[in-house]
């Protein structure tokens, strides 16, 4: 009895520990120009991981070359140890969502349209939306309150209101892995906040780029920093959020201390700082 | 304040409880028995005195006198059925158009497919000899456009092929540019015709179900049916390109293919219309829009109801075209032009008004 548990704790962890997914020395060019060089990195399942840059740093490209949108121009993607470009398109897109900064959107589709959206993978040409599937569209959007708008035109709602229906989306979708490109620019702190705890709350892995700095302290579980198309670190908020990194990437003053409610770092910013001809 | 407060509220109310009535499967069985009611009563308008009951007698019976008989199974019927397919093929070109490029002004004539069928007609026109070969060779002048429109609609997938996929602007800029190339040439060969073969060759330009016949209903109405069974089959990945190319990407639409095949599908039902009824504008913008308007896109039954509302719509108008004047046809371009626009003006003010309170 003891030895089987053992075993299968074993199994367990060895599963545990293979990374979800993995980037290796990853390049892209636009036109000769590098704007991703030699990025190599894993994420393992069920982390929280928070990819961080200054504007023009590569972190929609990197992202884009997650999801497929941009094939590298050397270098692979794992996804559960296949290169992503070996799926089915439709298969990655069963085990992969992903919420963009802004979807452009036309001709009044609804939000339950939407968020419907997220069955597209698993559907077949002739399927007819079940009464399962609707529950199931129906239980979404009340994970993301916004079950009483759900036959508002998606058009008309604000940015926070647009990024939880995407999420709702994105929770149909059913993915392994949640994909966010700044999900939270343009939002009022209140749906910053809001969007990464939903985000959290769904208990998949996530990757997402972020602006603010505290916000990905205070959630993620591992930050990536990328700086002129280059990772130059990877490892918890503790570890990567240093004085010397934010001076170094991101060209500000800072001091770092612990936020006095989670156990993670906490940034206050110094002003007036034109040492680098910057301000 | 209070009561104007009150009966803008009621009167709000009052629209969104008339709004859920108006869903897809209402829409979709009110229009039914429209469309059956428009194809018998269109039958018996036009220059010969047919009523109902002697046209009812026509279609459903063999005792009608012979040339009622004709009139009714070899001119009108044909006719009609002509307007309607071409009324819901250009709806739909117009739904796929609209969607694959996300231009809401996009409509089926966008790439140039009238101004290519236009250079095909004027050229037959032009070494056939004049106007007596327009009356003598329906099919090979429809030939000739539905050649034309092919050949635009392959220089525009040659020319935008390699951008095609990420970017729809570029295609839509070569579309607009490749009607001007065409229009040219259709103006040049025409300004050294005879006046007849111009007349002529306008009168085509503007549309008009006159020529229509058994035979040319075959290949539009094919073109037709398998259209909206892929817009039916392929709604949710109609649904995901609204949302952007990329986002369709992550949802597992192969989005490059997908466009492809609604641009190839779309051109090549409006190169077959427009190759048997001339250019008419308008329906392919408008119907759309108005059925989105009341409905979602993305219903099941939405390629229905707009090929439904197409057709009905161009069956009147085909109607009136044949009653406006005695012994005379109005072309139908001039009228989907002309009540299209003003309704949608007036559609574009209501939205504004009711924008500004």
């Not at chain 1, 050397?74 to 089915?88: A, C, D, E, L």
């Not at chain 2, 986002?247 to 989005?255: Q, Y």
């Not at chain 2, 993305?298 to 004047?325: A, K, N, Q």
Request: with cysteine; net charge neutral; aromatic share 8%.
């Amino acid at each position: 009895m003891v030895r089987v548990s053992i075993v299968h704790t074993t199994a367990s962890t060895s599963l545990d520990s293979a990374p979800i997914l993995s980037v290796e020395q990853l390049y892209w060019h636009a036109n000769e120009k590098a704007i991703l060089q030699d990025i190599s990195f894993s994420i393992a399942e069920g982390e929280f991981v928070g990819l961080l840059g200054p504007n023009g740093a590569g972190k929609s490209t990197l992202l884009r070359c997650i999801y497929r949108f941009l094939s590298p121009s050397s270098g692979n993607v794992f996804f559960q140890g296949k290169n992503i470009w070996q799926y089915r398109q439709k298969d990655y897109a069963k085990a992969l969502a992903v919420v963009l900064q802004e979807s452009p959107a036309h001709f009044n589709l609804s939000v339950t349209d939407v968020v419907g959206l997220g069955l597209l993978p698993k559907s077949s040409v002739w399927h007819r939306t079940s009464k399962e599937e609707i529950i199931q569209i129906n239980a979404a959007l009340e994970q993301v309150a916004m079950l009483d708008k759900r036959e508002q035109a998606f058009e008309q709602l604000s940015g926070g209101e647009k990024q939880r229906v995407l999420i709702a989306r994105a929770i149909v979708q059913q993915p392994k892995l949640l994909v966010m490109d700044e999900p939270t620019s343009h939002l009022d702190v209140k749906y910053q906040i809001q969007i990464m705890e939903l985000a959290k709350s769904l208990g998949i892995t996530v990757l997402a780029s972020f602006h603010d700095l505290n916000l990905a302290s205070a959630m993620c579980d591992n930050l990536l920093i990328l700086d002129n198309g280059q990772l130059v670190a990877n490892g918890a908020p503790r570890k990567v959020l240093t004085t010397d990194m934010l001076s170094s990437v991101f060209d500000v003053c800072t001091e770092v201390n612990r936020h006095p409610q989670v156990d993670a770092p906490h940034i206050t910013y110094y002003y007036g700082y034109r040492e680098n001809g910057h301000d | 304040m209070t009561s104007r407060a009150q009966k803008t509220s009621s009167n709000g109310s009052f629209m969104r409880s008339l709004a859920s009535l108006i869903t897809p499967l209402v829409l979709f069985v009110l229009l039914l028995p429209l469309t059956a009611y428009s194809l018998i009563v269109a039958l018996t308008f036009g220059a010969a005195d047919i009523n109902l009951p002697l046209a009812s007698l026509a279609i459903f019976t063999e005792r009608a006198e012979p040339l009622v008989e004709q009139i009714i199974w070899q001119l009108r019927m044909p006719r009609t059925l002509l307007a309607f397919i071409a009324g819901g093929g250009l709806a739909l070109s117009g739904l796929m158009l609209q969607t694959v490029t996300r231009n809401p002004l996009a409509d089926p004539y966008l790439f140039g497919i009238s101004s290519g069928a236009a250079v095909g007609v004027v050229l037959f026109v032009a070494f056939a000899g004049g106007s007596a070969a327009i009356a003598g060779h329906a099919i090979s002048l429809s030939a000739a456009a539905f050649l034309g429109s092919l050949v635009s609609m392959s220089v525009l997938l040659l020319v935008s092929g390699s951008v095609m996929g990420r970017q729809v602007e570029t295609m839509l800029l070569a579309g607009v540019a490749l009607s001007f190339l065409f229009s040219a040439a259709t103006s040049i060969t025409l300004y050294f015709s005879d006046p007849q073969a111009i007349s002529a060759v306008l009168f085509w330009t503007m549309g008009s179900f006159a020529r229509a016949s058994w035979s040319q209903l075959i290949l539009p109405l094919v073109l037709l049916i398998v259209a909206l069974l892929v817009l039916t089959a392929f709604r949710r990945q109609m649904t995901a390109l609204l949302l952007g190319d990329e986002s369709a990407i992550t949802l597992g639409v192969n989005v490059n293919r997908f466009r492809l095949m609604m641009l190839v599908l779309s051109s090549l039902l409006t190169a077959s219309l427009v190759a048997v009824s001339g250019g008419i504008g308008f329906v392919g913008l408008m119907i759309p829009h108005i059925v989105r308007l009341m409905i979602s896109q993305s219903h099941g039954l939405t390629p229905c109801i707009v090929c439904l509302l197409g057709g009905v719509f161009m069956v009147w108008v085909d109607v009136i075209s044949r009653v406006f004047m005695a012994n005379e046809e109005l072309p139908v371009g001039i009228i989907t032009g002309l009540v299209g626009s003003i309704f949608f003006l007036t559609l574009l003010y209501a939205r504004q008004r009711q924008g500004l309170k």
